[in-house]
């Protein structure tokens, strides 16, 4: 059974930092491309960030520069580090796991996504 568990969201002060960790199992980790999306209340799922199997990265443009995808094969995890953060970045936080290295920013083309993770940045 394939489980995705998101972790370290939070209430946060703009400007500050926070780092979502998102542990995967029951799947082959280091196989799968992994996406965070986000999804403020009233609105649709946004695609944040996404790195695929063999490490290549795609961060939307509204958080270039302030937020990494990272991960850990060995951990079976994927990280979101999230530094000077907006009141506009408040949002529940989901990952995500896809096979294929295409489609990336397109949320119904993901397999698997975990229980959401709240983020709330407060001005």
């Known amino acids: 059974q394939v489980q995705l568990v998101e972790s370290g969201g939070g209430l946060v002060q703009a400007g500050g930092s926070l780092r979502l960790s998102c542990a995967a199992s029951g799947l082959t980790f280091s196989s799968w491309t992994v996406g965070w999306f986000r999804q403020a209340p009233g609105k649709e799922r946004d695609f944040v960030a996404t790195?695929?199997?063999?490490?290549?990265?795609l961060h939307t443009d509204s958080v270039k520069g302030r937020f990494t995808i990272s991960r850990d094969n060995a951990k079976n995890t994927v990280y979101l580090q999230m530094d000077s953060v907006k009141p506009e970045d408040t949002a529940v936080y989901y990952c995500a796991a896809k096979r294929l290295t295409t489609d990336w920013t397109i949320p119904s083309r993901y397999a698997y996504w975990g229980q959401g993770t709240q983020v709330t940045v407060s001005s």
């Open positions: 790195i695929s199997s063999e490490g290549s990265i």
